[in-house]
């Protein structure tokens, strides 16, 4: 079992940066990848990125590479998304979530945080 808690979100305006951080209990964390999804009001919650047990592995939404960076820290079971140049279409809940496989479809995850409001004013 695997508990989850964002954090970081806010209000930001675009051009800015933020950086989301997910709290995990369990002592398995480490061997569950990661992932980052976003979900816009009146949208289907969207993937984001994903990251690997080990880190050695990322995966990027074409709409985030080379703005965002997923990270991970075993040590403090902490996963971190770095979101910079903010775009206001970047506006949603962000939600972590973790599982045993490596995939960037929600259906493959199991376990959820409740989300975290990034909102990115133009």
């Known amino acids: 079992q695997v508990q989850l808690l964002e954090s970081g979100g806010g209000l930001v305006q675009a051009g800015g940066s933020l950086r989301l951080s997910c709290a995990a209990s369990g002592r398995t964390f480490s061997m569950h990848t990661m992932g980052w999804f976003r979900q816009a009001p009146g949208k289907e919650r969207e993937f984001v990125a994903a990251?690997?047990?080990?880190?050695?592995?990322?995966v990027y939404a074409d709409s985030v590479k080379g703005r965002f960076t997923i990270s991970r820290d075993n040590a403090k079971n902490t996963v971190y998304l770095q979101m910079n140049s903010l775009k206001p279409e970047d506006t949603a809940v962000y939600y972590c979530?973790?599982?045993?496989?490596?995939?960037?479809?929600?259906?493959?995850?199991?376990?959820w945080g409740q989300g975290t409001q990034v909102t990115v004013s133009s």
């Open positions: 979530a973790a599982d045993m496989v490596t995939s960037t479809s929600s259906y493959e995850y199991r376990y």
């Open positions: 990251i690997s047990w080990s880190g050695s592995t990322t």
